[in-house]
């Protein structure tokens, strides 16, 4: 039996590199200014002193074996916290790297909304993006509400990464169309929507026949706001 063809026949151009930047939000809370921060370079500081304490002591009595096995076992441990994100992203990498394929809805724009270079750094603003979900003709209200629902709580995500920039465009959604302004963290944001929540509610439903993706044809520097979070 032939595997049926995927809805949406694209080139895909979604490497690892554009994945993590969807997804880093590393500016917010850099690892030296956190708990988890502290958390991971304790246990490199731990394996420092047993290092130390191998080097002073080993020929006082010191089990050598313990102290490797605690060294290699804080470096262990720290490594993980500090990649933690990372080994993440890997790991689910695979399913991101064909999403389109994966919708119930054909999808349009979208290839060519991630394709600059430019958008992987922060900064780089689309002043203008806009993704208009086509209902069916007979669309129901409940499909609509939960689509409205859904797109209220991607709303308040996409308003913590607004304020952390020197950007004032707020972002809404209007009849079938949800606006504003997006850099790499915000279309993270918007994918996710989309190849999940969007998606699932098509699949229960089955009244969204296609979703349109515009955006400028340039991107804008906005600047950073450092904001103070003691």
């Given at each position: ?68 096995l605690v060294l290699l076992t804080c470096i262990i441990v720290s ?101 504003g302004s997006a850099n790499i963290l915000i279309l993270g944001i ?41």
């Open positions: 039996m032939m595997k049926p063809k995927p809805i949406n026949q694209v080139k895909h151009n979604n490497s690892f590199k554009l994945y993590y930047a969807m997804r880093d939000r590393g500016y917010s809370s850099p690892y030296y200014n956190t708990f988890l921060g502290f958390i991971a370079y304790a246990p490199l500081a731990l394996s420092l002193v047993c290092f130390l304490t191998f080097i002073t002591q080993n020929n006082r009595g010191v089990n050598t074996h313990n102290i490797i490594a993980l916290i500090l990649f933690r994100k990372q080994l993440i992203y890997i790991s689910n990498y695979k399913k991101f790297k064909n999403w389109e394929e994966q919708l119930s809805f054909k999808i349009e724009g979208s290839q060519r909304l991630l394709s600059k270079s430019e958008l992987l750094i922060w900064f780089n603003w689309y002043e203008y993006c806009s993704v208009k979900i086509n209902f069916s003709v007979n669309c129901s209200e409940e499909t609509k509400a939960l689509t409205t629902v859904a797109i209220s709580n991607i709303l308040k995500n996409i308003e913590d990464v607004v304020r952390n920039f020197k950007i004032y465009t707020s972002w809404k959604f209007e009849g079938n169309v949800l606006m918007i994918q996710r929507f989309i190849s999940n929540d969007l998606n699932k509610i098509n699949l229960l439903k089955g009244e969204i026949n296609s979703v349109e993706i515009i955006a400028s044809k340039t991107l804008t520097h906005i600047e950073h706001i450092y904001i103070n979070r003691d």
